[in-house]
């Protein structure tokens, strides 16, 4: 465990190789008092994180604070990944919503600063830069450059002092490890590169490797929802959460806790927004099902054959189709969430109600 490693006084990336940034290592000091002590952070994270969600949803209607708690707490992907597996996801999550309620509040310096702690505690938060500055910056508006400006200096100076007091303290390694062993990482899980490269694979043979179009159709993805953020004045919310959403699609490891992420911004999303179409209610709700119908087969395959890992043995098969499935149901709520704003003129307000942000940005 790296939290010993570095109260041991340890570079925790010699102990162990992950891809973590120096952000993660903070943990270590409740792990001083309690081994348990980070895990009681998750939890309590994630509890918060959820209320406070829901309080926003009672705003609107109580079917909406309903449709909250099933996506964040009856949900076994949110569940099972805090409270029985321990995993830290949740965290970056609220930090990444943070940063982007922040940049919506037209406050870009602290947006920034906060985006920056998400990625240094785990890189792939950094997707959010180019989409919240797009879904924020207009064309012939001063102040909104100028917004965009001060965000991107203020995440681009954090990043760079978190990583470079990382060096000083635990080396140079601590800066490249998490970069390139995320880049070594074959397809796992829920990866559509797992299903490609796997046993069953519609096409090829064993010797195909299409896994190393991860990183450009992720580049290639976000840089498109930049665009259709500027064009279409999207609220940064549902820019953010549909970038997270086509991240996790096209990154090869594919493990399930990542998805808590997007969940969050999800959730406030359903929380605010004045009307959500039923075809999107059908697409995020089967999305956020099968997700969690993923974790919970993963806990009770990894329970059945008394392993401490999910899909194994006689389940082993899973792991090679599921990313097939996977990959449609994402891209069925990409579709729908990029829709919903084509379909309305931009910049026409979607009637919010008090205190609400509209799916489009006036």
Partial sequence: MSWRATNGGVSPWESQPYAYGPVFNLFAAPARIDELGPKYLFVITWVVTAAILMARATRRSTTRAVAVALMLVVNPLTAISVAVFGLFDVVVGAISLGAVVLW?????????VCLAIGVLLKLFPAVLVPVLV???CRAGRRAHVVKSVRFLVAVGASTAVGFGL??????????TEPLSF??????????IFRYLDGRYRPIGSSDLDVSWLSV???????????????????????????????????????????????????????????TIPTRQRAALALYSCW???????????????????GFVGEWSWVREVIGAPTFLIASWLIYE????????????????GVGEHPIIVV
């Fill in 291 to 309: 997700y969690g119908l993923a974790q919970a087969g993963y806990l009770w395959t990894a329970v059945a054959n008394d392993a401490q890992y």
């Fill in 182 to 191: 995320g880049a070594q990482r074959g397809p796992k899980l829920m990866s």
């Fill in 216 to 274: 450009p159709l992720i580049v290639v993805s976000i840089l498109a929802i930049s665009v259709w953020a500027f064009r279409y004045r999207v609220d940064p919310v549902v820019a953010s959460a549909t970038a997270m959403i086509a991240t996790f699609n096209f990154y090869k490891v594919g493990h399930q806790q990542f998805v808590v992420v997007v969940m969050l911004l999800l959730a406030l999303w359903v929380a605010e927004a004045a």
């Fill in 166 to 175: 990382s060096a000083l303290m635990w080396g140079p390694r601590s800066v």
């Fill in 104 to 112: 919506r509040r037209d406050r870009p310096a602290a947006a920034g």
């Fill in 337 to 352: 969430l990029i829709a919903l704003p084509m379909r309305s003129t931009p910049g026409a307000s979607l009637e919010p």
């Fill in 134 to 136: 797009a879904s924020g």
